[in-house]
């Protein structure tokens, strides 16, 4: 703005609110004040509105509610904008309970970023690491080894022996979509191997934390269901250890 009065200003057109009223607008910090004030006063519900681009005043807000230990609720056009540009780069369209929690994600990081005069889908549009970091929080990754035992069933009793009558030897291509931490493609190599076929795996996700994770190839015993896959388990004990994490070896990994 400095450069602009250097070059010299004519006319200045500009939106400010109350720009009409006599005197002046104090500070945030008077604001903030006053929030606290009011949080501090009241034991009953509070609704606040405000315009989404002040994140500023926003993050005083979900302070003085953490501070008071209140619950917070967001709504407006702005969420609605997260929300569906979460649903634009994933292809996810979220249940209320999963909205929630990309809400509490989202109420979060702004009021630990303060982007000041952007609204916070603005600014996941302008910074691709926090939207990478939007969705790797947004995402649900629940899975586990040998998830619907069903299913490995009909591979190895049906599709495997099927596979080797047609095609001897040759290597099964698979594609493993929404793989999550990679539970489910190291189930399927493991049952593959253990059903004398060999099987180039392909691992995608969208949330780039839990392919790390897949990478690794180290899981805890929450990977492991007490209802679900029993008949397979014994294909994890090569590689369990003592306390229970299992740290699958380079061989099952590539």
Known sequence: ???????????????????????????????????DEIFENTDRRIIIATFAS???????????????????????????????????????????SHKQSIRNFVEKRIASLSPAGISYAGYLNANKDELSLFINESTVNETYFFREQAQFDFLKNSFFPEWISKN???????????????????????????????????????????????????????????????????LLSPFQKSDGTIVLTEDVKQ
Not at 62 to 76: C, F, Q, Y
Not at 80 to 95: C, D, S, Y
Not at 202 to 219: F, K, V
């Open 54 to 96: 002040n994140v500023h005043r926003i993050k005083y807000f979900i302070e003085a509610s953490m501070k008071h230990n209140r619950r917070i609720a967001v709504s407006g056009r702005s969420m609605e904008n997260v929300l569906a540009l979460f649903t634009q780069k994933t292809g996810i369209i979220p249940r209320e």
């Open 1 to 35: 703005f400095s450069q602009l009065g250097d070059q010299g200003v004519d006319v200045l057109l500009c939106d400010s609110t109350n720009v009409t009223r006599k005197g002046y607008t104090p500070s945030e910090a008077v604001v903030r004040h006053s929030i």
């Open 168 to 234: 001897g030897a040759k290597p099964l291509s698979a594609w493993c979509a929404a793989s999550s931490r990679g539970e489910e493609p190291y189930s399927l190599a493991l049952v593959a191997k253990a059903s004398h076929v060999s099987c180039k795996i392909t691992a995608s996700d969208i949330n780039t934390a839990a392919l790390e994770y897949c990478r690794n190839g180290i899981y805890k015993k929450n990977s492991l269901r007490e209802f679900d896959g029993q008949k397979y388990m014994t």
